[in-house]
């Protein structure tokens, strides 16, 4: 299934922020591939580094060493101009809507700013059809463009947001956390766009998100994260149905099952997630992980291939293999 | 059955807008029981932080609320006070002390220029009238009961030096420390990672175990009201749409909004042990602005079971006849017909459980 080259490879990314003598590790050597047509998700807790890979794949952030081949071609060697054109095919889904866009451009102006951007449906004619016809593709009506940000709800700024990435005609589109500012009820109609339009434009999505319900749903891989670095990769029904990393099985134990019957297990992690500037010595996990022993703070586990196209970053795997799943 | 800690009878909010009165709570009645814990389940806009803050008596003047209603609160000393006609002189001596209160967001509730041992022992002085350094003592203490590490050290830290979760455990710890009888938790986790998240919900169980104390637990998470709520409320629009024991509202939610919510969930798609949906069960629109809701049940425009009698009026909040402590009630026309068909099948035969629990959702 691999055998095409990748739209999208990451090698060996990372972003240190702050003082080159004492970084802030956001993101550590993480390696990845996106097929095109895929929906990659990338899952970890509040400063697992996802967000900053979204934005270092997009040149938003300059990584500190390694690369992002965008087929083939290696984005961080592009001039600014050359970037610049390559990014009506690289969008972005921001987190909070609210946040997004600009409360004094009227919804026609913050579309048309895409589309001029990349000289677009440049006659005012075409554009405004242009711009009726995004807003339809959303689930807006074209009446909607001469409104304010302010007029609308959490859900519909979403949208927009969503109409804005598509206006230049991307393929591949890094959606952070598009979900995750707006109620449940918003979410599952947000849910159901993102995956109508994947089929009809036939996009490729880098889905960052702590929710692993909606990961579970949306993604066809799964990248897990931890403190900057891959704990493991999987095809998402092998991921949910047998995670091998004790990172990865304690986030699937301690999600919430909407369902007083099915009992919750206490695999519950102790302690907090260390701090990037001064992470663990050997594998990120170890001071949170029920597995760990003195080994693991010896060396940084590599990110190995124990199936095909199955990826685990930990020196305990057989420890863990022998028993059970959880 | 033993008197309910609190008894909350016909809450009303208002606040008055230049476009008009907001109705932020409509007539909401629920009880919490000693010990046990209620969840106000709602999405934004469904009036259950207004509900808190109203019981709190929180408000800040300048909102010139309207409040309505009765809170009958049972003190530890067994008198019965409604918290919303009390002195303000009076309900300051029961918050933070009887009744107490968690905020969501642990960085804005703290104060950033004040230790967290101050913070804490700031309660303990004024309401169990300890000094200075047995306040501060007594403020070690609960920063253990809440298991962070180097308490000793910790209770000279100020907030910024406290991880999220650490810092939720500070206001717990706080809120925790003239043993109320009532707790209020605001969303407490919705700030935090599912690791966190768990922890903090396994401490709040524990916590609530050994002090006996009941718990209003305020989320939009159902996941979580599935395994720490006894009784739940479902508002909507700033109405009860339907109240039930945990078990009976998952095994079968009867307002059309409870179904959705539960159905809509991407999680409930998957445990079906089938493949995926194509596309997840969605609510449609959103929810009505509160300056023109709609003639009839709040819901309605966005129900796919609405009929013309929907349109008509506000339908009244049904109580299904049940044993007591058990009590189902669900604001919808249709689910009248439930009721009934439940009443009477509990007049015939005692209540059988059901063999298989599964969420009737509609498609």
């Known amino acids: 299934m691999n055998t095409a080259p990748p739209l999208i490879e990451v090698r060996h990314l990372k972003t240190y922020f702050g003082k080159p003598d004492r970084p802030v590790r956001a993101v550590d050597g993480v390696s990845f591939t996106i097929q095109a047509g895929e929906t990659l998700g990338l899952v970890g807790e509040s400063g697992s580094g996802k967000s900053t890979i979204g934005r270092s794949v997009l040149r938003l952030v300059e990584r500190t060493a390694g690369q992002v081949l965008y087929r083939g071609q290696d984005l961080g060697a592009l001039r600014a101009e050359p970037m610049r054109r390559l990014r009506s095919k690289l969008q972005i889904i921001f987190q909070d809507p609210y946040a997004s866009l600009n409360p004094k451009m009227r919804i026609s102006a913050v579309l048309a700013e895409a589309l001029a951007t990349h000289g677009l449906a440049t006659g005012p004619g075409e554009r405004d059809t242009r711009i009726a016809e995004l807003l339809e593709l959303v689930g807006l009506r074209p009446e909607h463009a001469r409104r304010f940000p302010h007029e609308f709800s959490g859900g519909q700024r979403q949208r927009i947001g969503i109409a804005r990435a598509l206006a230049v005609e991307p393929e591949f589109i890094v959606a952070d956390e598009p979900l995750s500012a707006l109620d449940v009820s918003i979410q599952s109609q947000v849910i159901n766009l993102l995956a109508d339009l994947r089929e009809r434009l036939g996009l490729t999505l880098l889905f960052i998100s702590h929710d692993l319900d909606v990961v579970e749903y949306l993604c066809d891989r799964v990248v897990v994260l931890y403190l900057g670095k891959v704990m493991e990769v999987a095809r998402t029904d092998e991921l949910f149905e047998h995670a091998l990393h004790p990172y990865t099985r304690a986030l699937l134990a301690a999600r919430p099952v909407p369902d007083p019957n099915v009992k919750t297990r206490h695999a519950a992690l102790t302690g907090d997630i260390p701090s990037p500037m001064d992470p663990p010595s050997g594998c990120v996990f170890r001071t949170r992980c029920p597995y760990a022993i003195d080994a693991c703070a010896q060396q940084v586990p590599s990110l190995d291939e124990v199936a095909p196209g199955r990826w685990l970053a930990c020196i305990r795997r057989d420890a863990i293999l022998m028993k059970a799943p959880a | 059955m033993s008197l309910p800690r609190l008894t909350v009878r016909n809450l009303s909010t208002s606040f008055p807008t230049e476009d008009g009165l907001v109705r932020s709570v409509a007539d909401v009645s629920f009880t919490i029981a000693p010990g046990k814990t209620t969840a106000l389940v709602g999405e934004s806009g469904s009036g259950k932080s207004v509900t808190s803050l109203t019981l709190m008596r929180l408000l800040p003047k300048t909102a010139q609320a309207q409040v309505s209603g009765e809170a009958a609160f049972v003190t530890r000393e067994g008198r019965t006070v409604d918290l919303l006609q009390l002195h303000e002189a009076s309900m300051r001596r029961l918050r933070g002390n009887q009744v107490s209160m968690i905020f969501q967001e642990p960085m804005t509730s703290l104060n950033p220029v004040l230790t967290i041992g101050e913070q804490i022992a700031e309660g303990v002085r004024l309401h ?17 009961l809440v298991e ?145 809701p709609p003639p009839g049940c709040a819901f309605e425009p966005r129900c796919n079971h609405a009929e013309a009698a929907c349109r008509g009026a ?49 498609r």
């Not at chain 2, 009201?225 to 024991?245: C, F, I, K, N, T």
Request: net charge positive.
């Open chain 2, 148 to 292: 962070i590490p180097a308490a000793a050290q910790r209770v000279h830290e100020y907030p910024h030096q406290l991880s999220g979760g650490m810092r939720q455990r500070v206001m717990i710890a706080l809120a925790m420390a003239c043993e109320p009888t009532l707790l209020i938790a605001d969303e407490p986790t919705t700030a935090l990672d599912v690791t966190i998240q768990a922890q903090i919900l396994a401490l709040m169980r524990r916590l609530q175990a050994e002090t006996g104390m009941s718990l209003l637990f305020i989320t939009h998470n159902l996941g979580v009201v599935a395994h720490h709520a006894d009784d739940v409320v479902v508002l909507y629009a700033g109405r009860v749409v339907e109240s039930a024991p945990v078990r009976d509202l998952f095994a079968e939610p009867w307002h059309p909004y409870t179904q959705g919510l539960l159905a809509c969930l991407p999680g409930q798609a998957r445990r079906a042990g089938q493949p995926k949906p194509r596309r997840l069960f969605a609510i449609r629109g959103q929810v009505s602005s509160p300056l023109s």
């Open chain 2, 314 to 362: 506000m339908p009244a909040l049904v109580p299904a006849p049940a044993p007591a402590g058990n009590e189902r009630q669900a604001r919808c026309v249709r689910a009248v017909a439930k009721l009934q068909q439940a009443a009477l099948a509990r007049g015939v035969a005692p209540r059988a459980k059901p063999a298989v629990w599964s969420a009737k959702v509609p």
């Open chain 2, 128 to 144: 169990l009238g300890l000094g200075r350094a047995a306040a501060l003592a007594h403020a070690r203490r609960m920063l253990d």
